[in-house]
């Protein structure tokens, strides 16, 4: 509790004394959202609105409304490289910067964590997730939740529950049974809840057997309100909420966006009408006056802390977040790390080098003040005295990308982007409503200058185009509304919305193709037409390079033929991994697997870094002698990989999920993705658990990285007998026996040898990340509680723990066990 936070006495009298002045309207309005971010003011009794904002790796600030406070904050790697650190301390760290970054952009609650399970490597949203193992998800989100709320902001933590994958995520239905709900899909939001105890909880949108996430009364009431005592409030997911009554009853809190679809003055009616007690209304009020008692917002507003965005000292942690969660798989005869000083030419290559990806899709998505790319990186760490020199390669797009700002220069002002003129017709008639530059023309959501106040709208985009390399480029639009591009004061590419269909997503043009040359300045105009009845307001102006023949691998190899070494950075394109859709297969897009056999072949030392946020097949890895996986790394990501690459750090993360060899290996192939039913047949066998079941190798395990020292795992202490109801102590001593400084992940997995039930092989209860210098040793303590042992048994509705033998494993990886000790629980 921070010291802006009143007591939970003094919180518990202040809402009573509130709600017993409410009017039944005026509590009714507590439960919905004035608009996309807030909630809705009472100013008849002083209550402020709460302000809501997206992360859950970065504050999403710019383009998010007329109402929130603009800006560029800092890009943090995403949720899966936090869990790949398994380190909470620095997650804790992560947690308050966020918080600092929140207030300053003025919002009280962080729309983050997300801790759902990594059930399918092609969900869309895994980058955004931690893990496989709700373990390891359970400690970093209560890291998180704690160290954003130490900063008097608020978390809300998601998506409750079995939000697994984004295929038909509205509408379909997460089938499974109450053992698997229990062991995998709810402990990383129970450890939560019960340790970190986060303002709020956002439900999902699907369906869990058949009930949706927002009225489902198992999940909220009687399991997260009553079994784990959380006393926040429930918020839906944008647009989650499909009832009246049916919701408040269910224990849903808070109906978002607002204004209320469903929870005005139909909820009014509803209590009027007696088909529901005024009381569940009480209670739901009452969580949110809780909430915004908690915030600080009801006594001196002007007292909480005021923040800070992107400053050096989140700089560095961004970096130092990124080198500790990227994971060395592959470093075939030390080729890493590099000697910088022997190098004369490296061959830097790859859709991945100089675009920095520092994020997936979707809500979760903020353009930062700055990026660094692996180019721009490694330039700056080598300096003059390296030949470093750089191929594309190929393209790894599977829609063509948006079209670069740096490209475009605005016909008014200074910067990078187009100008664009907004008007309040259809028509582009008269003086435009607000004029600005828009550094990119790919829109999530367009959101309007403050003088544009109607739902029909036009917008003409104007500016000239300027290409670094002569040759054929590719034009098209994706739009929900009607659009036209014009190059050269001639039309492009048009996209006129259907009319049977007005509210369709997305509506896209042919491709067009254009030769341009280098150098020259090309006009370019964008005009765009939003009607009244169009629900959505997406644009997105698409443009690349497209040769025609594509010598680009061939020069890319013969780049490599000439060089010391070659490094490769292959990966996702923007958007390919994202909030709204799955990958539709689990293989690197475009010819990037034959870029990298040819560099490969052209260079034995070629390097392959990996930007991606979950699993991808390498058909070539025994082709290369070095893999490095960098996820999502964040603003200052190029940095962060020099510095690995380099040895100016010491690789330190390990996977947070398994690495299949190929898709069809993954526990949800015969499963996944399903129609409006999802059934969740492997049970309790997610991950890992199922690889060691069914004695599937993979390409590499839960848990597993690499690191330039060398680590010794001696004398386990376990005690030979303990009692079922007491704690157990275990230890390790590790040394470091290299000649670097390094960090070790310690894991420790349980096996529960005489179950009833069937059990996993081993599932990890504990783990601690260590700091060791060359000869140094540490012991490494463990205490494992009952859970540790337990299993949840659906007939007798518990956590059970038989009497019997248990294994106590320790070891670098879910593979690699390096010391074993088996203790006899008694009853």
């Known amino acids: 509790m921070s010291e802006h936070t009143p007591s939970q006495q003094d919180i518990e009298a202040r809402v009573q004394e509130l709600l017993d002045t409410l009017t039944l309207d005026e509590k009714v309005s507590l439960l919905s959202g004035r608009d996309a971010w807030y909630t809705v003011p009472i100013e008849r009794l002083e209550i402020p609105p709460l302000a809501m904002t997206d992360g859950p790796h970065g504050v999403r600030a710019n383009r998010t409304g007329k109402e929130r406070l603009q800006g560029t904050a800092t890009s943090l790697p995403t949720g899966v490289s936090m869990a790949s650190s398994w380190d909470p301390e620095l997650i804790h760290r992560v947690g308050v910067a966020l918080a600092e970054e929140t207030r300053a952009l003025g919002c009280d609650i962080l729309l983050a964590p997300c801790v759902n399970i990594v059930r399918t490597p092609l969900a869309g949203r895994n980058f955004e997730s931690y893990s496989e193992d709700p373990y390891l998800a359970g400690r970093i989100a209560v890291a998180y939740v704690k160290g954003v709320q130490s900063g008097n902001v608020g978390t809300s933590v998601k998506h409750y529950a079995c939000n697994n994958q984004e295929h038909e995520r509205s509408r379909g239905n997460s089938a499974l049974d109450e053992r698997t709900l229990r062991e995998i899909y709810l402990p990383a939001f129970e450890v939560a809840v019960k340790e970190?105890?986060?303002?709020?909880?956002?439900?999902?949108?699907?369906?869990?057997?058949?009930?949706?996430?927002?009225?489902?009364?198992?999940?909220?009431?009687?399991?997260?309100?009553?079994?784990?005592?959380?006393d926040g409030f429930v918020v839906s997911d944008w647009g989650a909420n499909h009832t009246v009554f049916e919701s408040v009853a269910g224990g849903l809190d808070l109906e978002m966006p607002g204004p209320a679809k469903y929870y005005g003055r139909l909820l009014v009616e509803a209590v009027r009408n007696w088909q529901i007690e005024e009381s569940a209304v009480d209670e739901a009020v009452r969580r949110i006056l809780r909430v915004l008692a908690r915030s600080g917002k009801l006594d001196d507003p002007a007292s909480l802390p005021a923040g800070s965005v992107n400053t050096p000292e989140h700089q560095a942690l961004a970096r130092e977040l990124a080198e500790s969660s990227m994971v060395l798989l592959k470093n075939e005869g030390n080729l890493l790390p590099l000697d910088g000083k022997g190098l004369k030419k490296v061959a830097v290559i790859g859709p991945n080098a100089s675009e920095a990806r520092i994020g997936g899709g979707g809500s979760s998505y903020l353009e930062p003040p700055y990026r660094v790319s692996p180019l721009q990186g490694l330039r700056a760490r080598l300096g003059e005295g390296v030949e470093l020199s750089y191929e594309q390669g190929c393209d790894n797009y599977v829609e063509l990308p948006v079209l670069e700002p740096g490209y475009l220069t605005p016909s008014q002002g200074e910067g990078q982007g187009l100008w664009g003129s907004y008007y309040d017709n259809t028509q582009f008639s008269g003086q435009p409503q607000a004029q600005r530059l828009d550094a990119e023309l790919g829109f999530w959501h367009l959101e309007l200058p403050d003088k544009v106040t109607t739902d029909a709208f036009s917008v003409r985009w104007e500016g000239t185009l300027r290409v670094p390399e002569s040759g054929r480029y590719a034009?098209?639009?994706?739009?929900?509304?009607?659009?036209?591009?014009?190059?050269?004061?001639?039309?492009?590419?048009?996209?006129?919305?259907?009319?049977?269909?007005?509210?369709?997503?997305?509506?896209?043009?042919?491709?067009?193709?254009?030769?341009?040359?280098?150098?020259?300045?090309?006009?370019?105009?964008?005009?765009?037409?939003?009607?009244?009845?169009?629900?959505?307001?997406?644009?997105?102006?698409?443009?690349?390079?497209?040769?025609?023949?594509?010598?680009?691998?061939?020069?890319?190899?013969?780049?490599?033929?000439?060089?010391?070494?070659?490094?490769v950075f292959a990966g996702m394109p923007r958007g390919f991994e994202s909030e709204g859709h799955d990958r539709p297969h689990m293989r690197l897009p475009g010819p990037q697997d034959e870029l990298i056999r040819m560099v490969a072949h052209a260079n034995e030392r070629t390097i392959v870094v990996l930007n991606c946020g979950a699993p991808v097949e390498m058909p070539w890895i025994d082709d290369v002698p070095a893999v490095l996986l960098a996820y999502y790394p964040g603003q200052e990501g190029g940095n962060a990989a020099a510095n690995l690459l380099l040895g100016d750090a010491n690789p330190s993360g390990r996977l947070s999920v398994t690495y299949p060899k190929r898709y069809e290996d993954n526990p949800t192939y015969t499963n996944y993705p399903g129609t409006r039913e999802v059934r969740y047949g492997e049970g309790i066998f997610v991950g890992y658990r199922y690889y060691d079941r069914v004695g599937v190798e993979p390409l590499f395990p839960f848990g597993f990285g690499l690191s330039y020292t060398s680590f010794a795992y001696n004398d386990l202490q376990v005690p030979p007998t303990a009692k079922a109801s007491d704690s157990v102590e275990a230890s390790i001593v590790i040394e470091n026996t290299g000649d670097r400084a390094g960090k070790e992940v310690v894991q420790l997995y349980v096996h529960d040898v005489e179950s009833s039930?069937?059990?996993?092989?081993?599932?990890?209860?504990?783990?601690?990340?260590?700091?060791?210098?060359?000869?140094?040793?540490?012991?490494?303590?463990f205490t494992l509680d009952r859970r540790a042992f337990a299993f949840y048994d659906p007939q007798q509705a518990a956590w059970i723990v038989e009497p019997g033998a248990f294994e106590i494993l320790v070891g670098a990886s879910s593979r690699d066990i390096r010391a074993a000790a088996t203790l006899r629980l008694t009853d």
Request: charge should be negative; include cysteine; charged fraction near 25%.
């Open 196 to 230: 970190g105890q986060p303002w709020t909880v956002m439900c999902s949108y699907n369906r869990i057997n058949g009930v949706y996430a927002s009225q489902h009364d198992h999940l909220l009431n009687e399991i997260l309100k009553q079994e784990w005592g959380f």
């Open 475 to 567: 034009f098209s639009l994706a739009t929900s509304g009607d659009c036209r591009l014009y190059l050269d004061n001639e039309p492009v590419a048009d996209v006129v919305r259907d009319a049977e269909a007005p509210d369709r997503w997305v509506n896209r043009s042919e491709v067009a193709y254009h030769e341009l040359q280098a150098g020259q300045d090309y006009p370019i105009r964008v005009d765009y037409v939003h009607p009244a009845d169009v629900r959505r307001r997406m644009l997105a102006v698409q443009f690349a390079y497209a040769p025609e023949p594509d010598v680009r691998p061939q020069r890319a190899a013969k780049l490599a033929a000439e060089a010391d070494l070659a490094i």
């Open 757 to 781: 039930l069937a059990r996993p092989p081993k599932e990890l209860k504990g783990f601690a990340k260590v700091s060791l210098q060359p000869g140094e040793r540490t012991t490494v303590k």
